[in-house]
């Protein structure tokens, strides 16, 4: 069975940092897909960042390019994403999805977390 927890969400004031973590189990890290996706009240949930876990290409949304790092490490079967220069509009529901196909890091994932939620104040 597919599990992934997500660590590591709060309170940040604008311009500070988090680290997310998502710990995965119950299947071939290698073999998969990991993004984290975001969703603020009354919006649609989407895809902030994925890493293959073979290759270790990234992708990030515009809207965090420069300010989110995605990276993965396979031995512990987790995945981060540290986010700095944070602002209000990054205020939602981060969750961690794991596929084994490319979904292009859209919010089509087959397993998902219960997500953390991130908070930043103006």
């Known amino acids: 069975e597919v599990q992934l927890v997500e660590s590591g969400g709060g309170l940040v004031q604008a311009g500070g940092s988090l680290r997310l973590s998502c710990a995965a189990s119950g299947f071939t890290f290698d073999d998969y897909t990991i993004g984290w996706f975001r969703q603020a009240p009354g919006k649609e949930r989407e895809g902030v960042s994925c890493?293959?876990?073979?290759?270790?290409?990234?992708y990030y949304a515009d809207s965090v390019k420069g300010r989110f790092t995605i990276s993965s490490d396979n031995a512990k079967n987790t995945v981060y994403l540290q986010m700095t220069s944070l602002k209000p509009e990054d205020t939602a529901i981060y969750y961690c999805a794991a596929d084994p196909m490319d979904r292009l890091c859209l919010p089509t994932f087959g397993s998902w977390g219960q997500g953390t939620q991130v908070t930043v104040s103006s």
């Open positions: 890493i293959s876990s073979s290759d270790g290409s990234t």
